[in-house]
């Protein structure tokens, strides 16, 4: 459709000053070269149901985003349509800190939302490496941070709800209690539905005191055995582990750990893994894997070191494997050093180990979800989405 | 009654020994742990997923609902089934098939018994984290179903905070497997979670792969009492504002400390408003940095007397109370109905003193125990069902509490489910459109509403 159709479209509903075709968004993010026809900025949520209903009348596919920061890692790359960003709807709706929960609009970025907390001492424990990234975007991809081992992904701190289904009508589920089992819990299912099946409007989250302390540790090594033999002794100790990664540069290997904790069973942790390993006190500054990076492997706990070693066993593997978020199971390789043979014998390892290897944007490895999984998923969809308004291409309903 | 072609047929797939139809264990099927009636045509003992699969196409085949069940502790009506239904019973369906101690995860059938793992799980450290009141039979199928909480859900969490992946048999016949162990790293939506909680709605869960939490090497134990529920309400909130993540903190107000001393005579004081249990773990250093701040916040609420465990006997002894509860209270009158509310944690005083007004408005008697930590409240309230007035009276307190907590900005239930008992009060606590949005989740699983129908969504 016509920029100009769309834009009388919309204009029938919503003030001019919410549909932007200057697009202000940086495009690099988005994944592809194309640019959006019309950008959407709703300042109500009303506002936001009357640009799905005119979508819905006009089927004219909408793309849900926060601050798009993770809109490629989902969508095809696309040839045309309407984004509508929720980024205007950023204000906090209800902060009880003695219930420890915080209901904010979808469009309120994560480190705003941090500040708010950080006042009573509270935080939110889902780092995000975009700092402008939306909480209604993390809930949609239902993301983790680096400390996913201590902390786990967004889906565990959000309670309750509202969004406005395909179809624009508007939806509560969930609350702000602690606990909650009146009806579905369609909190979930939305949590990690990359935008398909709603457009998140408010989220209410379950928050955390902050930790008494956190810690940083580092341990150097040119010994790539000993690097494994750390990784397995380390996972079987009981200590606060919020993370433990590693990197490769030239010869030698960091290993990065993080504890969180109370002060003095912190330092009697920290003592022991001096005492024990030779760890020393780490920096500040800590490895970040990006899990939607170009070649990257996940694989579970147990197999872990036995990857990596399989991996440095290949041939023509030497600088390969740069760096790993162990406790979260990833490795990341270097993906200018893969080839066709590489990959493949690659695949074929972390096939094996019961792991997932994703290159390029694609899942090399194989996936037994069964058949009835996707069908369902495309059942629900047409089921709330009968024109198929939101995101029409999405990844997430692909066979 | 089912017809002998569809028995016959069942005994072909699970053996005969495996599927009763007589009238007496029909009976004895018919109920859960609610005062909910079922009539079941037959209760069949599947012992693998392609029983199931066998199961839900005979019986889309031939148009009949089926219903599964675990051990039958459902408190909300939801394991009972319509009329004729088959219920699939998951109780032999019952093996541990591995737990992996780096991983910490455990991967079950649904009819283990939740003590069964706790045990099973111990040997490594760790422990299966969700410890409902039943978990000495309740399963772990049926746990998922409900997203059973229990008493360490205040710092652990509830089922769905402990499950990984499922593997499934969806209402078309179809297996599918949910989740994983691995950090995701391809967009894909997760359809793990919605069945947790759905009450066995939405599709069969035949494997669980379930997340184990290690040990913690100290626990500390102390009991605290109170003049009013206002000091009470008070300690608590100001124990969760101090960042202390108690494992437990139960409170039980006057009617049932009073029941509870003339029934197992402890010494408590039969005045007192509240007692509140609490219990923290962690690192032993961690510990007594909580208890230190617990103290504090007894102090400042004007605890009338409180006590710290200094071993495991004065630990059991610390418990009895709260042990001691539903005998105690069960003396008080033939019949009860227990409620499931949850208000958020700052509100909890307010709705324990709301319903204890409405026990005084209607002059019956409501025992209130409640999980503290996460506002989840179980008020309990006698009668004699013999007394047609007696039942009736009960009836408008259970709707004038579940308005109450709903003003308080809560929800109907917090562990037990919706099933058939409170369906009545979804209208209040959702939307139209967000019934409407829950309906066509269950239409797009199960378009012939074949799976566990008439529970869950009025």
């Known amino acids: 459709m016509e920029k100009n159709k769309l834009i009388e479209i919309f204009k029938t509903a919503l003030k001019e000053e919410m549909l932007e075709t200057n697009v202000e968004h940086n495009i690099d993010l988005l994944g592809s070269e194309y640019k959006p026809d019309l950008v959407i900025y709703p300042q109500s949520v009303d506002d936001l149901i009357k640009a799905v209903r005119l979508a819905n009348e006009h089927k004219i596919p909408l793309y849900p985003i926060g601050s798009s920061s993770k809109f490629k890692s989902a969508v095809a790359p696309f040839t045309g349509g309407v984004l509508i960003s929720t980024k205007r709807l950023n204000k906090i709706i209800e902060y009880r800190p003695d219930n420890m929960s915080i209901e904010v609009e979808a469009g309120m970025k994560i480190n705003e939302l941090q500040e708010a907390l950080a006042k009573d001492n509270i935080f939110y424990p889902v780092e995000d490496r975009f700092t402008n990234a939306t909480i209604g975007g993390q809930v949609a991809a239902n993301s983790y941070g680096r400390k996913k081992y201590m902390y786990k992904s967004a889906r565990f701190y959000v309670m309750g709800l509202e969004f406005v289904s395909p179809q624009g009508e508007l939806v509560r589920v969930g609350g702000r209690t602690v606990k909650n089992v009146s009806g579905y819990d369609v909190s979930q299912l939305l949590t990690g539905s990359w935008g398909v099946l709603g457009i998140i409007t408010k989220v209410t989250l379950r928050v955390r005191p902050i930790p008494q302390k956190r810690t940083q540790l580092e341990y150097i090594t040119e010994d790539f055995s000993k690097v494994t033999e750390v990784i397995d002794s380390i996972l079987k100790e009981q200590i606060s582990l919020a993370s433990l990664t590693f990197r490769k540069t030239d010869k030698k290997y960091l290993l990065q750990l993080e504890l969180e904790g109370f002060v003095e069973s912190l330092e009697l942790q920290v003592n022991n893994l001096k005492d024990k390993y030779g760890f020393k006190d780490g920096s500040k500054s800590q490895i970040e894997v990006n899990n939607y990076s170009e070649a990257i492997i996940s694989l579970p706990l147990d197999t872990y070191c036995q990857g990596l070693k399989e991996i440095e066993a290949l041939k023509d593997s030497q600088g390969l494997i740069y760096q790993g978020n162990i406790t979260n199971g990833l490795v990341e390789l270097n993906s200018q050093l893969l080839n066709q043979e590489l990959v493949n014998k690659i695949t074929s390892v972390v096939n094996d180990l019961q792991g997932t290897l994703v290159y390029q944007g694609q899942r090399l490895t194989k996936k037994e979800r069964g058949t009835g999984y996707i069908k369902v998923l495309k059942n629900l969809k047409s089921v709330v989405d009968p024109h198929h308004i939101l995101i029409p291409q999405s990844l997430v309903l692909k066979e | ?458």
């Open chain 2, 1 to 458: 009654m089912l017809k002998n072609e569809i028995i016959n047929k069942l005994r072909k797939i699970v053996g005969s020994e495996n599927v009763l139809n007589s009238k007496i264990t029909m009976t004895t099927y018919a109920y859960d742990s609610s005062p909910f009636l079922g009539k079941p045509g037959a209760v069949v003992f599947p012992t693998t997923t392609e029983m199931i699969v066998e199961i839900i196409k005979l019986a889309n085949k031939y148009n009949i609902p089926v219903t599964p069940r675990g051990a039958g502790t459902c408190l909300c009506g939801g394991a009972v089934g319509v009329e004729d239904a088959i219920i699939i019973s998951l109780a032999k369906f019952n093996r541990i098939l591995e737990i992996n101690a780096v991983n910490r995860t455990a991967l079950v059938e649904p009819g283990v018994v939740n003590k069964e793992l706790q045990l099973a799980a111990e040997p490594y450290g760790l422990m299966y984290a969700p410890d409902p009141a039943s978990q000495n039979v309740s399963t772990i199928g049926g746990n998922i179903a409900e997203n059973a909480g229990g008493i360490r859900g205040v710092k652990y969490g509830c089922t769905k905070e402990h499950v990984l992946g499922l593997e499934v048999v969806l209402p078309s016949g179809e297996v599918i497997t949910t989740g994983g162990l691995n950090s995701q790293v391809d967009p894909e939506i997760d359809l793990t979670y919605i069945f947790c909680g759905a009450e066995g709605t939405l599709g069969l869960v035949t494997k669980a792969l379930l997340s184990l939490t290690p040990i913690n090497s100290d626990t500390k134990t102390m009991t605290a009492v109170f003049a009013t529920l206002e000091d009470a309400g008070a300690c608590v909130s100001e124990i969760i504002a101090k960042g202390v993540i108690p494992t437990t903190m139960e409170i039980l107000d006057n009617t049932v400390i009073k029941a509870v001393e003339d029934y197992a005579k402890l010494g408590l004081p039969k005045d007192a408003a509240a007692l509140i249990l609490l219990e923290v773990d962690g690192f032993p250093a961690e510990t007594k940095a909580m208890v230190e701040n617990i103290i504090q916040a007894f102090k400042n609420n004007n605890s009338i007397n409180y006590k710290i465990a200094k071993d495991e006997k004065e630990r059991q002894d610390l418990w009895k109370a709260r042990r001691a509860v539903n005998g105690a209270l069960g003396k008080l009158k033939p019949s009860n109905v227990v409620h499931d509310i949850v208000v958020p944690r700052d509100r909890l005083a307010v709705m324990l003193k709301k319903v204890a007004k409405i026990a005084e408005k209607y002059d019956i008697i409501i025992g209130q125990v409640a999980h503290a930590g996460d506002g989840n409240l179980h008020p309990t309230l006698y009668y004699d069902h013999r007394i047609p007035k007696e039942a009736d009276v009960i009836e408008e307190a259970c709707d004038e509490i579940i308005k109450e907590t709903i003003n308080e900005g809560g929800t109907i239930s917090g562990e037990h489910g919706i099933g058939l008992e409170k369906l009545k009060y979804m209208p209040l606590a959702f939307s139209q459109p967000s019934l409407d949005y829950m309906k066509k989740i269950k239409e797009s699983f199960d378009p012939e509403n074949r799976t566990n129908p008439g529970i869950l969504l009025p």
